[in-house]
């Protein structure tokens, strides 16, 4: 059985830092695309980073990027997502998502993703 949980959020001012964590179990296949994705109220759920498990490529949405790095610990079965600089606008919940192997087009998009984590809030005060 598939699991993932989520760690790491809180409240902080513009400006901070946090840093969430994923552990992942149950999981067979060695290749696959893992992802943060985020959802504030009333909105979509966008993704914010992925990475390879294999190779470790990552890529980040736009609005991140310079600001967020996403990273994996094979050995602990962890993923984490370093964010800086943080800002108003990055508050919302961050879930953890993993699938199998597809291009970047494909896993940069919450809906072939099948499993996922229970989230964990990231809140950010001007």
């Known amino acids: 059985q598939v699991q993932l949980v989520e760690s790491g959020g809180g409240s902080v001012q513009a400006g901070g830092s946090l840093r969430l964590s994923c552990v992942a179990s149950g999981y067979t296949a060695s290749n696959r695309c893992m992802g943060w994705f985020r959802q504030a109220p009333g909105k979509e759920r966008d993704w914010v980073a992925i990475?390879?498990?294999?190779?470790?490529?990552?890529y980040y949405a736009d609005s991140v990027k310079g600001r967020f790095t996403i990273s994996q610990d094979n050995a602990k079965n962890t993923l984490y997502l370093e964010m800086n600089s943080l800002k108003p606008e990055d508050t919302a919940m961050y879930y953890c998502?993993?699938?199998?192997?597809?291009?970047?087009?494909?896993?940069?998009?919450?809906?072939?993703?099948?499993?996922w984590g229970q989230g964990t809030q990231v809140t950010v005060s001007s």
């Open positions: 998502a993993a699938r199998d192997f597809g291009m970047v087009a494909t896993c940069t998009r919450a809906l072939g993703y099948k499993d």
């Open positions: 990475i390879y498990t294999t190779g470790g490529w990552t």
